[in-house]
């Protein structure tokens, strides 16, 4: 594809261009932005951001720093947390419903769920999660990067604060910085223990004291640990060398998807990116919008040049635009030569604009969402299965046909239960439990079993193999669960 203006000065061919930014950047492809050709770690100091994106998600990224530090200390008036997450105990509850081992096929329809969802989103819109919504990158970019900034200063002091000697300045931040990365990390790792064991009983841990509770503090001490680690020293290097989804990208996304790219066709001009000159006509120069000022680069926290295209390291957290746009700002050229754009946008000279084809795919992730959703609300309280004792046949008692069957009740509430069986699909039929009365008692979480004879009125009974709906009815009479099963009969003609 190519864009023919009259001046052959103007002339910009996309395909030439992109065949030689793929030879031109060769290296940038099989190398990795934080590390040297020895192998190396290369420290990023990226300079501090500022802008309109950079606005927008710190007011996203605070928003969900309080939701994730305020939900495990929420309780619901039925008693539980909003979320928790007992592995040890398996005990789960999401969105105050408790789930036991028995849901565990939603665990399986969640896994698919994620797995799809993640594919579309990303299709669609590229590593927006990243940049906005990722845990690492908000901890890291909305915390203890600014606590860095705060005492540590500037891109610029930082690095000549790490080229000094170890003189009392030196020693002073570093030792202040770490203690307060330390502390802040002891903060996330005992809030991610309350999601875990529960509000309650991390108060009833610190009360109790570290004496009493060896395993919870050595469990406090290595999470304490290892966020300290990521966010103090491995930082960026999680999002470039360990997680899989900066991986996933490059065989997800193609030409139609938005991301955070450089718009090579007005920053490269017929004669390429130059350094800014007052009062010189860049345009019948053939000079591009870009003025080679390295200010996006400086600003990234992974290191990367957005102008060699799309990355791995790249996360979408946006730092180049605004950057980028101060600048345009500055020497009175348009804004937005990096941008949330697709690949076909930039081709063709056009801006963002919601397409058929986003539209088609967030109408999807919708209906996932809603799907996932039904299957965890539609869940009963308590699961009830009726299956016909094995090894028995029918009887004759009267004008009833009797049939033996086996029960199993699975109280999935955190409360206790009395419940009563009851055929809902014959008027007249008879239910005589073995223990003698049908209420029985179920405890938070427990499982019964047990036997009881079904009688149907012979003249109610059409088929040998009858179908029958058996229901669970509490103490205020509402059906809380159904099992449909088959009621034997002698064979009619």
């Not at 990023?44 to 802008?51: M, S």
Request: proline share 3%.
């Amino acid at each position: 594809m190519s864009v023919q203006n009259s001046d052959p000065k103007d002339e910009f061919n996309v395909d030439s261009y992109l065949d030689e930014k793929s030879q031109m950047t060769e290296d940038v492809r099989t190398s990795i932005s934080t590390m040297e050709s020895t192998g190396e770690r290369k420290w990023v100091y990226p300079k501090k951001p500022k802008g309109k994106f950079t606005n927008y998600r710190t007011y996203v990224s605070y928003a969900l720093l309080a939701i994730l530090f305020i939900t495990p200390f929420i309780k619901l008036p039925n008693g539980n947390p909003l979320f928790k997450f007992d592995i040890l105990s398996r005990q789960f509850v999401i969105f105050g419903f408790p789930f036991f081992t028995s849901d565990f096929f939603l665990l399986a329809i969640g896994m698919i769920t994620t797995i799809i969802f993640i594919i579309l989103f990303t299709m669609a819109y590229g590593r927006l999660f990243c940049g906005w919504v990722c845990p690492q990158t908000i901890f890291l970019e909305m915390v203890f990067r600014k606590i860095e900034y705060a005492i540590e200063g500037d891109r610029a002091k930082q690095i000549r604060l790490d080229k000094q000697e170890w003189d009392e300045e030196k020693v002073r931040k570093k030792l202040l910085k770490w203690t307060i990365f330390a502390i802040i990390s002891f903060l996330i790792a005992n809030v991610f223990l309350a999601y875990i064991i529960g509000a309650e009983a991390l108060y009833a841990v610190i009360k109790e004291g570290p004496e009493d509770n060896i395993g919870t503090l050595i469990g406090l001490v290595f999470f304490s640990g290892m966020f300290y680690f990521v966010f103090a020293w491995f930082r960026e290097q999680a999002c470039t060398l360990v997680c899989p989804y900066g991986r996933f990208q490059g065989v997800l996304i193609d030409s139609h998807t938005i991301n955070v790219a450089y718009d090579f066709k007005r920053g490269e001009g017929t004669a390429g990116r130059a350094k800014f000159k007052k009062n010189e006509d860049r345009k019948a120069e053939g000079k591009g919008d870009c003025i080679d000022c390295g200010q996006c680069v400086v600003v990234c926290p992974t290191g990367i040049d957005i102008r060699n295209g799309i990355q791995l390291e790249c996360v979408n957290c946006t730092a180049c635009i605004d950057a980028c746009d101060e600048v345009m700002e500055k020497v009175g050229l348009p804004t937005g030569l990096i941008r949330y754009a697709s690949e076909d946008d930039i081709k063709r000279g056009e801006k963002f604009k919601f397409t058929k084809r986003l539209a088609a795919y967030t109408f999807a992730l919708l209906v996932l969402i809603g799907a996932m959703s039904a299957f965890l609300f539609s869940r009963s309280d308590v699961e009830s299965k009726y299956l016909k004792v094995p090894g028995t046949d029918y009887k004759v008692e009267g004008q009833f046909y009797v049939n033996q069957f086996e029960y199993t009740l699975y109280n999935k509430t955190n409360a206790d239960q009395i419940v009563s069986l009851k055929l809902l699909s014959h008027k007249n039929s008879k239910i005589e439990m073995f223990e003698g009365v049908n209420n029985l008692n179920m405890e938070k979480g427990q499982i019964i079993q047990g036997k009881f004879f079904l009688k149907i009125p012979m003249n109610e009974v059409k088929s040998y193999k009858e179908k029958v709906i058996i229901g669970l009815v509490n103490q205020k009479g509402k059906v809380i669960d159904k099992y449909e099963t088959s009621f034997s009969a002698p064979f009619k003609y």
